[in-house]
């Protein structure tokens, strides 16, 4: 069994950056596929960028590329968000998710290929 643990949300202005934590027990990280998803309020669960078994390649949302990026520190097992530029429109609710599965680049996208979720947490962008 696989849990996630989401740390580092909070509040932003505009421009700003904040970087989020997801880290992992139960399986290492390289062994899975995981990606990181939002929800703003009264919309649904968004894809925002995912990264394919073993760290390698990675996909984003057009809507955070060139903004958002994934890292890693493979000793803590954790996955890193690092956000920089952020908009308003970036508030949300985020959500770390894994997949022991092997997925194509392409699937990383979608909510059901992950059947390992966090709790979330929440990133506020305002002024």
């Known amino acids: 069994q696989v849990q996630l643990v989401e740390s580092g949300g909070g509040w932003v202005r505009p421009g700003g950056s904040l970087s989020l934590s997801c880290a992992a027990s139960g399986r290492t990280f390289n062994s899975l596929g995981m990606a990181w998803f939002r929800q703003a309020p009264g919309k649904e669960r968004e894809f925002v960028v995912g990264?394919?078994?073993?760290?390698?390649?990675?996909y984003a949302a057009d809507s955070v590329k060139g903004r958002f990026t994934v890292s890693r520190d493979n000793a803590k097992n954790t996955r890193y968000l690092q956000m920089t530029n952020l908009k308003t429109e970036d508030t949300a609710i985020y959500y770390c998710a894994a997949t022991s599965g092997s997925p194509i680049l392409t699937t990383l996208r979608f909510a059901s290929t992950y059947e390992y979720w966090g709790q979330g947490t929440q990133v506020t962008v305002s002024s």
């Open positions: 990264i394919k078994n073993g760290g390698g390649a990675t």
